[in-house]
Each structure stands twice: as structure tokens, then as C-alpha cells.
């Protein structure tokens, strides 16, 4: 198992972020049923904790084989696949999210976040146990100047030279975290296990790649949109979201269909 917390910074409040990862999520799902990507949502429903009060449990199937990278087809069925995403979401104290393949129990992710206000400076924001901690790697993700490994959607989403007419928010110069007010850190523990033979290595190390790119892509985003959620009401993010609940769209590969997600609380995509 490969462990690495992701602190992700941001020039945003946990509360402003909260209305902005809605935005998020549901315009990029939007956009992606557009492109051909398949997501369905199975369930959604309260859930409560006795430590972290009332969420939201969903659970969803991402239809998304053609986005695997090519040695996967050495051990992939030949019939079409998805991933399960089960999410617990207690917005903004912590989020459990965990991924499995319907054909395997031997490839699965974790991933736990928490958001707080600062620059990332808390050692163990998700108490993780001292076995854990002994084999983490911490990866500090900056949004303006770490670039995404796919330069056609990296020059789309760039934070150089971003700057946000409604908060008077940047542009940020190198040191902007020490300097910007507000920060906050998205904190994400991920944890990829490939329990299988000649593939471990090779499969937690390009499933965190992978990873990399879609939390830095995800959050980007919220930043770059800035403008457009900033001082959007509940009621259109309501309807908003609607739109993702009641749009059908067809399967080619199975001929049935799928629903695009509602979303209104983190749970997809690592829950960026």
C-alpha cells in the first residue's frame, strides 16, 4: 500500500470553498457528460457519526474504462467495468471516500479529507496512526505554480496571471501562500493498494499520478471559477444541481441509462 497525504493550498475559506466545491463539481460533471464520461448514482442518503454529527452517504459507479492506462488490460475483464465511490461526507470536519473495481477486491483506494483554515502546517490534521504516519510521504500541492502532466489542460486551468474581479483576489507571486489572506488546506490521505503480483509497484505509483492530476485540475478549477460562484445563491446552485439529477444520457458500450450524479456535497472524482 502507498500512502501519501496531499496538502492542497488554496487563496480561499473553508466557508467560501464549501459553496464553490458544489459549483465545481457540478459544472465539471456537466461538461463531462458532455465529452462521453458515464457516472451513476446508485444512492444518497443521511448518514450520521458519533463523533462528526449528520453527512451524507452516496454511492456511485464510474463507467470510465477507456481512461485506464494500458497495462490494466493485462488483467481487466473483457465485459464493460466500473468503479464503485463510496462516500461519508461531514463537510467540513472530515470525508471518507473509498473506491473499488465490481471485478476485484485487490485494487482499492481510500481516501480521507479534512479542510481547515491555514497554510498546510498541521502535522497530523487526520490523526493517522503511528504505523501510518512511520510511511507516509506528505505532498504539498501549490495551485498556481505545480503544473498537471497533461499540458492541454494545464494551459486551460493555469492560475498565472488569474485574478478575481469580485475579490480583488491575485495574481500570486511565488511566495503568495505566506502572503495572501485567506489560505486554506485542503488535507487528503490517500491510500492505493494493487494487491497484484508484478503490478504493485507500477499500479499505486501511476494511480497516484493519475490522482495528482485530477486534485490539482479539481481545485484549480474552484479558483479559476472564482467569479462565477462567488456570489451565486442557493437557489441556483439548487438548480444546478438538478439539472445533473434529472439528465439522461445513453451508454453506447451497455445500451442502458445511466443518470449524471446530483451533487451537492463532496463525493466524486477523490472529492476534490
Not at 24 to 40: C, H, K, T
Not at 97 to 120: K, L, M, P, W
Not at 243 to 264: H, M, N
Request: aromatic letters at 10%; proline letters at 4%.
Amino acid at each position: 500500500m502507498l500512502i501519501r497525504e496531499y496538502r492542497i493550498l488554496m487563496p480561499l475559506s473553508v466557508s467560501e470553498y464549501k459553496k464553490g466545491q458544489r459549483y465545481m463539481i457540478a459544472r465539471a460533471q456537466l461538461e463531462a457528460g458532455i465529452e462521453g464520461d458515464r457516472v451513476e448514482l446508485v444512492g444518497a442518503e443521511p448518514c450520521q457519526h458519533e463523533k462528526f454529527g449528520t453527512g451524507i452517504h452516496q454511492e456511485k459507479r464510474y463507467h470510465l474504462a477507456r481512461h485506464l492506462p494500458s497495462w490494466t488490460q493485462k488483467f481487466l475483464p473483457t465485459e464493460p467495468f466500473f468503479v464503485t465511490e463510496n462516500s461519508w461526507n461531514y463537510y467540513p470536519i472530515y470525508n471518507e471516500t473509498n473506491f473499488t473495481c465490481h471485478f476485484t477486491s485487490r485494487i482499492s483506494v481510500e481516501v480521507q479529507t479534512t479542510y481547515q483554515d491555514n497554510a498546510g502546517n498541521v502535522d497530523n490534521a487526520l490523526n493517522l496512526s503511528p504505523e501510518e504516519l512511520a510511511v507516509r510521504e506528505v505532498v504539498y500541492l501549490d495551485l498556481v505554480y505545480d503544473e498537471m502532466s497533461n499540458a492541454t489542460k494545464e494551459a486551460t486551468c493555469s492560475l498565472k496571471g488569474f485574478k478575481s474581479e469580485k475579490t480583488g483576489r491575485g495574481t500570486f507571486a511565488p511566495d503568495w501562500i505566506h502572503n495572501s489572506s485567506p489560505v486554506m488546506c485542503s488535507y487528503k490521505v490517500i491510500k492505493v493498494n494493487v494487491n497484484v503480483f508484478g503490478f504493485q509497484t507500477i499500479g499505486e505509483s501511476t494511480i497516484h499520478s493519475k490522482l495528482r492530476d485530477v486534485l490539482l485540475q479539481g481545485h484549480k478549477e474552484a479558483v479559476l471559477w472564482l467569479d462565477e460562484w462567488y456570489d451565486i445563491t442557493e437557489g441556483e446552485l439548487v438548480e444546478l444541481e438538478e439539472r445533473l439529477r434529472i439528465k439522461p444520457v445513453q451508454d453506447s458500450a451497455t445500451d442502458i441509462e445511466i443518470f449524471e450524479t446530483p451533487v451537492g456535497v463532496e463525493g466524486g472524482a477523490c472529492n476534490t
